[in-house]
């Protein structure tokens, strides 16, 4: 992680965000490097930035999460090629949680897909080069479509107090964006279009500016109507992405492994009549069955430090039976808890296995995930 003392310590060849200054001017003490741009990563303490987030709002600089523009004629057809989630039904104004296969039934995304218009849609993209994907798959295609990266910057605001900033800013029409909805607006003369969704796992929101010179300025109109109202400057918090148990590409995932894995069944059709790239894969996978699943973990001893991502062997005896991909000491469930993959004749709730971490041996229990509000009512806002 990059720390913040000196602004010349910060690459050229990195990109920056439309609201880079204006997170520095918070007091953004750290970055990380994702899609090939700085990520504010600390305000400081990320216990307090995870208790600001579920007892109030936070305001995250995400731009991170690039928008991968599929528009023209055959923009549906070109959408459904890349992902083996059915899109039959996806409107204009709605957002679906895909995935991004590859021939061998590889996972190389999982983003947000947002339908703009009948012949436009964004993949809002985690931390992997799905505009490269989309361009070569379109080169070896007769599809008439234009890939391209927009001037799409988005913001997270996220927490229980969500609501009542998003309509103190922006209006009471807020209320009418539905879950997994978005629509467009202009806000002050800046282009946006808000959705009802968020890296958090809380009731939230995703504001996304349409032109890059309006940045810090949307983001001091923000934090200045905000800030009485309970927001503060934030990040996105790992303590409760591993409570909601969000899935992190390259952390838990990545090209080798495939969606019956993760146990993402729901997001693959492989009836539907259309075709997308991996389904021949995807079927034989699943013909065959998997060796390992993902699964969730409570994890004794006392409270880890910090989040890990590091991979951590899981151990029966003397055998290694899987491993952990991600975890985190969780201070509402005043418990360590974690992700990763077992054996599938080991992946049962209650088995237990053994682990060591932070130099700590430590009895691992398998438990059903998500470990926080499992029917992710939070978020839907119900």
Not at 246 to 262: K, Q
Not at 326 to 341: D, E, F, H, Q, T
Request: charged share 25%; glycine share 8%.
């Amino acid at each position: 992680m990059i720390k913040n003392k000196n602004i010349h310590t910060f690459g050229t060849q990195i990109r920056k965000s439309p609201f880079f200054k204006s997170t520095l001017n918070e007091g953004c003490v750290g970055f990380s490097v994702y899609n090939h741009m700085y990520i504010p990563r600390s305000f400081g303490d990320p216990v307090q930035n995870y208790w600001n987030l579920v007892n109030e709002a936070i305001l995250c600089d995400v731009s991170v999460e690039r928008q991968v523009q599929i528009e023209g004629p055959d923009a549906s057809e070109f959408a459904q090629l890349l992902t083996p989630r059915n899109l039959s039904n996806i409107e204009i104004g709605q957002c679906k949680y895909v995935l991004i296969i590859n021939d061998e039934g590889g996972i190389i995304n999982d983003p947000v897909l947002l339908r703009i218009a009948e012949d436009k849609f964004w993949l809002s993209i985690g931390d992997s080069d799905v505009l490269l994907w989309a361009k070569g798959v379109k080169v070896n295609n007769n599809f008439n479509v234009t890939i391209t990266e927009p001037d799409v910057s988005p913001l997270q605001l996220q927490g229980p107090k969500s609501l009542i900033i998003m309509k103190a800013i922006f209006g009471d029409w807020i209320e009418e964006i539905k879950y997994y909805h978005h629509k467009e607006f202009i806000f002050e003369g800046i282009p946006l279009i808000i959705s009802r969704t968020g890296w958090s796992s809380e009731l939230g929101f995703e504001i996304f500016l349409r032109d890059r010179k309006f940045g810090n300025h949307l983001w001091e109109k923000i934090m200045n109507i905000g800030k009485p109202l309970g927001l503060h400057p934030g990040h996105t918090s790992t303590i409760r992405r591993i409570e909601g148990a969000m899935l992190s590409y390259i952390a838990d995932m990545d090209m080798d492994n495939n969606p019956f894995e993760l146990g993402l069944d729901r997001l693959v059709d492989l009836e539907m009549k259309e075709n997308f790239i991996g389904k021949d894969a995807l079927i034989k996978i699943k013909n065959k069955g998997i060796e390992k699943l993902f699964c969730g973990f409570e994890i004794d001893g006392p409270p880890l430090r910090g989040p890990s991502d590091e991979h951590i062997n899981i151990l029966s005896g003397s055998s290694i039976i899987g491993y952990i991909t991600s975890s985190v000491y969780s201070p509402r469930l005043n418990k360590n808890i974690g992700m990763g993959y077992l054996s599938i004749e080991n992946s049962s709730i209650g088995f237990q296995a053994n682990t060591n971490l932070e130099n700590i041996d430590r009895v691992l229990l398998v438990i059903e995930k998500p470990f926080y509000d499992p029917k992710k009512n939070i978020a839907k806002g119900s």
